[in-house]
């Protein structure tokens, strides 16, 4: 069993949809948590980042970690056609490398 | 300011040759992490640098080796290369080792025939 699970999608909505991405883990020793974009042949873009538990929101993007179900959601608000891409969910334990899922595919049709 | 910058974009090589890749870290930035990016296994962390000393290392063979000089510049070498190997590495600098705000680069597509 990996560490971090990820569905791969794609997962395909239309615009103006709200968006739901989702990460489970088994480590109870993970802290941050992060959620990252990859466009096709780019290097992947943090978008949001947490510490422990709870929510963090960043325009149309929110973040939530729940540690008590090992479980982590990104939620795009108005998705937009130019939010196609793979999102990445990674987390870390304190000073140690990150573990990525890997990746979940979202198209944005107009 | 200028991102994280990794030279060469594209490479061709034949198996059982070796290859050297190139990673420059954000202005400041003292860490650097390198992974292995592929289909099948997603983003697999190789080793991770700090102020030249290697903090962490991945589960990869040997043939895969890193440095860092004083400048913070990151070079990763695989030797002996074999048909496995092609994938994108990934390189992303962050103020401190294990940050959470890490920075990638746009990757070294890397082709063994």
């Known amino acids: 069993q990996k560490e971090v699970e990820q569905d791969p999608g794609p997962l395909s909505v239309p615009e103006g949809a709200i968006v739901s991405l989702n990460c489970t883990y088994s480590?109870?020793?993970?802290?941050?948590f992060m959620w990252y974009r990859q466009y096709s042949r780019k290097g992947p873009e943090l978008l949001m980042y947490?510490?422990?538990?709870g929510n963090k929101e960043d325009g149309r993007f929110t973040a939530q970690v729940d540690k008590s179900s090992k479980y982590i959601s990104l939620f795009i608000r108005d998705s937009q056609p130019s939010d196609s891409a793979t999102y990445l969910c990674a987390m870390s334990k304190d000073t140690d490398k990150l573990i990525f899922g890997t990746g979940t595919r979202l198209q944005v049709f107009p | 300011k200028a991102g994280v910058t990794q030279t060469p974009r594209y490479l061709i090589k034949t198996r059982g040759q070796q290859v050297t890749l190139s990673c420059s870290p954000i202005s400041g930035h003292r860490s650097v992490s390198w992974y292995q990016q592929t289909p099948g296994q997603g983003l697999q962390f190789l080793f991770e640098y700090f102020s030249e000393t290697q903090r962490n290392k991945g589960n990869f063979p040997g043939r895969f080796s890193g440095r860092q000089f004083s400048n913070s510049r990151s070079e990763m070498n695989v030797s002996t290369l074999e048909l496995g190997d092609s994938a994108l590495y990934l390189c992303a600098s962050s103020l401190a080792p294990a940050n959470a705000e890490a920075f990638f680069g746009q990757g070294t597509r890397l082709t063994v025939v």
């Open positions: 947490t510490y422990s538990s």
């Open positions: 480590n109870s020793a993970f802290q941050y």
